[in-house]
């Protein structure tokens, strides 16, 4: 699953009245350097608490599970690139969903926006900007709402700045002309690791034993939400009626919107489980085919694992409910990025097996494989006629999860050999380590 | 008052209820289905006559492919297993033209999908578990141990997108003890309410095979006409349906085997919403209003304080016959004694 | 109000924008004239929620138009307060705890209306004919009275509507809000009987959406046309009305029919109480921008456990589904607390504001942002990024953010909700403002 890795820029003099004055439009991302010597994020370092990302904005092309070519809007990373190469990598580089953005709990995320236009309408001007959607307590100026704040232009940046407070699953999208800039796709998968996740080796939490490595969706202060494997899976749906106007100069039809096809993390059954990163065939239209589709939802694990799923739902248009075929319920144990528990204490966790998410809410599930044999089962919508890729059949809403079994070492053998996959050295400063 | 402390199962329109051929093992229920297309009439829109539409569905036998004397109905005969068990056993006939199979979502068995290969050379899945095939000779079993007491739902898991809206849906239930339905949530009464949807056009499409041949080549453009409980739409010769009597701790059981999310509103009265999927919340929501997604099981316990009829509505205003004057579709009933 | 103009140049000469080519602090100038909207000064400060107050009601359902946000008129029917217009929603009836209502219906519809009252108990009618869920009023130009008579027992945010041919009568319009106050009220300004419910400000947020083609027919008396099976809805209501005119005043006179508005404003530290029906018969997923909300109660009861008190089973959320009959209440909060940087630009010897988050007081704004030609400015920013503020406009911008106050949009995330019949942006949407401290809220 691609991450965006942070980038560091030293030579960024962050103060006021003394400013590099760029020449008029321009590519201009920005990364100040931690210096406030607090380590926020608790992870032992003081000076790594600034994690900063940069998109491009722009259009792109993406293939439907049935192999239809799909005009689209999105976002591309090109975190570490160079100012100066950002235009031309961006330009027609556009991924659907967008680059996840994970980041944990203290850390300051400078995400520079750069506009780089559409390369196949070069009639359109549109500005655009980032929601962070669900951000607690935000600004106007960095909560991405054209209306009641700014949006970028074509050729240049703006970098928006988040202190990440609150741990959980979130979603990011572009909100100019959202309608439109939605159903195009210009979203994708965010969420926010726990502070707990960085406690000292051995630390006993209510009862249950912390041990370095061990991850948690939120500050739980018990373990219950501990999971050994997490996938974001993020709902959308596309009109291709809606994209192909789009691509040919015709007014969009905002009233007659019908999405046709439907996906998890930007693809249709069965590319949800095809591990590789997509490359469209833009060269069908003359254009560059790139890799645009390079979030898949194959969900692996071995038994007895916990699974965590950040689901998120960003469809223009529809409600979708989920359900898997594994026979054991799944356990909502958050939402709207916040664990299920009351100001009280209250545990307000539930276990279910259907799932219905509408556009813009987001959900935490945990799902025990203890007693789940090993096998292949499937996340899938119940509304069953969204198994379609359009006209296609056995498609649409639906991914694989395939159980591995223990294959003769204990499930505690298992587990430690995962903790020492994640080498601290190989980690990015201020980011997760890559896997 | 005195009330006696009755258990009613009140289902509808069904022409079997438990009291029917269940053999009892020691461990569990055991039941022969039968799977078979049929007709049905449904309401014609102008509120005159009927209109017939192909269905699939199941029918309760007594052996495998012996007599076959019961008829197959939309929703599938009710399974029960007995309180307190925890095994259930279908022994699957399968008189369609289609291979099918059996799922109970969210109760654990063991599972072997099968695929197919598409024209790309990627696998696609056809069943969630292991098939029957079209006319099987042999009886193919479908076996499930461990069962939590609960409300469930038992589907086709093959093609499931046109299966399981051509009919092939029923309801399981599983009591933790008599007049228990789960551990200390007690009741006197119980409704059993089974939500669906027809859509006509798609199942004349996979009648008479113009499915994915000439016709529609998916269920993209499912778009239902006709709105069930427990098989049947509401018309003015509906019956209410019996929910016990004043000061009964009244078991509604919702389950929805539509593909749409179903919104019933109950009038007059507030719901214990209590459980979902055969899943005990930590704590009971007060509602009269529930949100029964696809797929989806609920239960809620109404303790009424006066007799009379109270409306089931569904707000989503899935209350007409294929577009006829309301009511009609997904309304009901509950009719409390003295 | 002159006290709180000068409190508002002082906010203003306090804030500097950060921009690229400007490096000085600019001083502010508030546009003099303010929208109907903010000029108004309810003596009632409670009274934001507008409604019929009292314990007798005649509601008359009749026919009339609305004003859809793309200037469609559409064939509406809605009940009107006694011989008044008729309105889409119907009247708001604000009662007290325990009170005996008494709602008389008449009709002057061509086909028999009812009423009925979810989340009531006990309700009898009297009069009229035997309907379908209750008696009805036939269609006989308002010949024929019915009377619905029910105890409101428990407090809360509840709805009625038509109980007669309700796909269509519902689909046209026939639907409005009730709210039953705590006996708490109004000593105590709580939606329910419990300090969790304490609210600064209370909003109605009755979602409703409308299938044109269903309207068009009605209009042409096509009654045997009409199929609510496809269901094609087109228009998307908050109060009855879509965005743009959701955040016009209240009573605006060319909304004859549709007189409720919908405009949330706060200021930060106070606690705003969304009253959210779902009035229609979608699901709308309702994302209000800013912050989480708190969910307290649902179908008007609070969320409780069975030995606890108050909302004790309250959660928090980013996006609250409404589900079609289901009414919910939620407190919404915004202190600005956390941002890493101060949110009204003060510096560090500047005094703090009410409810003002220490830590970051002082704290720089952390980026640079682009010039004015690298920047297209929404219509109601205020031209600076701190709550209070106002900053660099481009000429013709400007003027709709009188106070300095931070926007943010309240919408259905269903984004095809925010059309007005195929125009964008419209339907389901509205605006928070979060005025700064001194800013007069009715």
Redesign the interface.
Known sequence: MKRIRPYHLLSLL????V?V??T???I?S?C?TDTDGIDTDGDGDAANDHVCMHVTAGDGFVNMADGRLMYMFGFHDVTGLPDADVMADGMLGAEFPAPTIEVSEGQ?L?LSLSNVGMMVRPDLFD?HTI?Y??F??????F?G?????????M???????Y?N?EPGT?MWHCHV????H??MGMLGNLFVHPIQNNLPNLTDLNGFTHQTGYTYAYNDGDGSTYYDVDYPIQLHSFDPVFHDASFTVQPL?????KDTYFMLNGRGYPDTVNTAELLNTADDEGYEARYSQKVHSLIEATEGDKILLRIS?L?????YTLTTTLGIPMKVIG????L?R???G?D?SFETNAL?I?????LDVIIDTTDVGPGTYFLYTTNLNYLSNDTEDFGGMMTEMVIAPLAGAAADEQRSVRLRRVDTTKRIRGGKPLR | MNHKMLKTISCGVLPLMTLAIVASTATGAEYYLRAEAFTKNLPD?SGVGTIPVPMWGFALDDSFEGLELQAVSVPGPRLTVPAGDTTLTIHLDNNLSVPISIMIPGQITTKTPVFFTDGQGRQRVHSFTHETLAGNGTMVDYTWTGLEPGTYLYLSGTHPAVQVQMGLYGGVTIDAAAGEAYAGVTYDAEVMLLYSEIDPALHAAVDDGSYGTTGPTSTVDY???YFLINGEPYTSATLPMSAGAVGNRVLLRFLNAGLQ?H?P?L????MSVIAEDGNVYN???????L?LPAGQTKDAIVTP??DGAY?L?D??????N??G???GGMVRFLEVAP | MGGNENNQEAHGLLEYG?M??H?HSRGTQFAVAVTAALALFAADAYAVIDGLTGSTFTLSANDGYVLGGDGLSIYTWGFANDTGPMQYPGPTLIVNQGTVITIFLKNYLPEPVSI????????TATGGVAG??TQEAPADNGATTVEYQFQASEPGTYHYHSGT????Q??MGLVGAIIVRPTEFPVDQWAYNHADSAYDHEYLFLLTEMDYDVHLMAEFGLWDQ??????HP?YWFINGRNFPDTTLPSGTPWLPNQPYNCLPRMHPGERLLLRII?GG?????F?P????TTVIA??A?L?Q??L?TGA????????I?S????TVDAIFE????????D?YGHAPGDPMEPFEYAPDHGK?F??????Q?????????SGS?FLGAAGDLPPGEGGLNVYGG????WH?????E??N?????GGMLS?LIIEPHGTPIP
């Not at chain 1, 962050?14 to 009245?17: E, I, N, Q, V």
Request: with cysteine; aromatic share 10%.
């Open positions: 962050m103060c006021f009245g400013s004055l760029p008029s439009a321009d201009f920005q100040p300051k400078y500005p929601h959607h669900g607690p307590e935000a600004s106007a100026i909560d709402v054209p209306g009641a704040s700014v949006s970028i232009n050729g240049s940046t703006i970098t928006y700045f202190n407070v979130y002309e959202v309608t439109e939605m159903q039809p905002f009233a007659n919107m739902n469809s223009t248009t529809n409600f939402r709207g990025a916040r299920l009351s100001a009280s209250q307000l219905n509408g556009g813009g809410e987001g | 829109p778009n239902p006409k999310t919104a509103n009038l007059g009265m507030y704590f009971p929501k007060g509602q009269y209003s949100t304080s006066a409306p509505i707000r989503r205003s899935d209350v007409t294929a577009g004057f309301s009511l | 950060i690229r080519t490096l009925v009252f979810p989340g009531q108990e006990g309700v379908q869920l041919h309700m796909d269509l519902l689909e009409i199929d609510t099976t496809t269901f087109v779902g018969r979608d699901l709308h997923p994302h921008h800013g912050n989480n649902k179908d009861r969320l456990s069975p606890g004790d089973l309250a959660y928090s959320d980013y996006t589904a589900l079609p009959g289901q915004w202190t600005g607390a956390q941002l890493g940087w949110v720089p952390p980026v640079i942002l682009p010039g030609q690298e920047l297209t400015f929404g219509g109601v920013y990024p931070f926007m943010y949009p259905s995330h269903a984004e095809n925010i059309v019949n195929d125009i964008f942006i605006l």
